[in-house]
Nanobody
Framework: QVQLVESGGGLVQPGGSLRLSCAAS????????MGWFRQAPGKEREFVAA????????HYADSVKGRFTISRDSAKNTVYLQMNSLKPEDTAVYYC??????????????????WGQGTQVTVSS
């Protein structure tokens, strides 16, 4: 069992930065692929970034590549999403997700079995 708690969302002006955190409880964090997804009003939940537990690679949606950075701190059981050069179209509820014991980096939200409650990110002047 993994419980995820996100924090760090808020209101930011275009071009600004935010760092989201996702604290995980449970013993499977070290063997879980961790992902960030987002969902804007009236839209489907979409992949943002992910990092697997087995090789340290980082994977990004084209829309955020070069602006967002995912990282994980195994000592703190926490995964981060650093978001720079934010745009109004980045406005959404951001969710942290985990999938344990998988040698893969899924982009589909249905392949993750643990989710946080979400944190709102609003980019507006």
């Amino acid at each position: 069992q993994v419980q995820l708690v996100e924090s760090g969302g808020g209101l930011v002006q275009p071009g600004g930065s935010l760092r989201l955190s996702c604290a995980a409880s449970g013993r499977t964090f070290s063997s879980s692929t961790m992902g960030w997804f987002r969902q804007a009003p009236g839209k489907e939940r979409e992949f943002v970034a992910a990092t697997p537990w087995y090789d340290g690679s980082k994977h990004y949606a084209d829309s955020v590549k070069g602006r967002f950075t995912i990282s994980r701190d195994s000592a703190k059981n926490t995964v981060y999403l650093q978001m720079n050069s934010l745009k109004p179209e980045d406005t959404a509820v951001y969710y942290c997700a985990a999938r344990a014991g998988l040698y893969d980096v899924p982009y589909q939200p249905t392949r993750y079995n643990y989710w946080g409650q979400g944190t709102q990110v609003t980019v507006s002047s």
